[in-house]
């Protein structure tokens, strides 16, 4: 089993930032991509940004681009979310996701091992 455990999550101010974390632990892989998604109070969840086990290659939804950025650290045991511009139409529960597959997809059923979320406060 993989563990993926988000941290980094709180309350801020409209154009302020804040930066995500996502420990993987548990199984490895050879290859894998991890992925950040978020889901606001009856909305359902949504695509925020990708990047595969190199760190090439990333995706970013429309809706984040220019404010957001995926990253990760040399051992690929962690993968950050940092936020700028912070926006209160960001607010919500953050997710990281591990597709065993490699892929920048953009859909939650492409991936096969969640987080349990942490949450994203933006005051106006």
């Known amino acids: 089993q993989v563990q993926l455990v988000e941290s980094g999550g709180g309350l801020v101010q409209a154009g302020g930032s804040l930066r995500l974390s996502c420990a993987a632990s548990?199984?490895?892989?050879?290859?894998?991509?991890m992925g950040w998604f978020r889901q606001a109070p009856g909305k359902e969840r949504e695509f925020v940004a990708a990047?595969?086990?190199?760190?090439?290659?990333?995706n970013y939804a429309d809706s984040v681009k220019g404010r957001f950025t995926i990253s990760g650290d040399n051992a690929k045991t962690t993968v950050y979310l940092q936020m700028n511009s912070l926006k209160p139409e960001d607010t919500a529960v953050y997710y990281c996701?591990?597709?065993?597959?490699?892929?920048?997809?953009?859909?939650?059923?492409?991936?096969?091992?969640w987080g349990q979320g942490t949450q994203v406060t933006v005051s106006s």
């Open positions: 996701a591990l597709d065993v597959s490699n892929e920048l997809g953009t859909m939650a059923y492409e991936y096969d091992y």
């Open positions: 548990g199984r490895t892989f050879r290859y894998y991509a």
């Open positions: 990047i595969t086990w190199s760190g090439l290659n990333t």
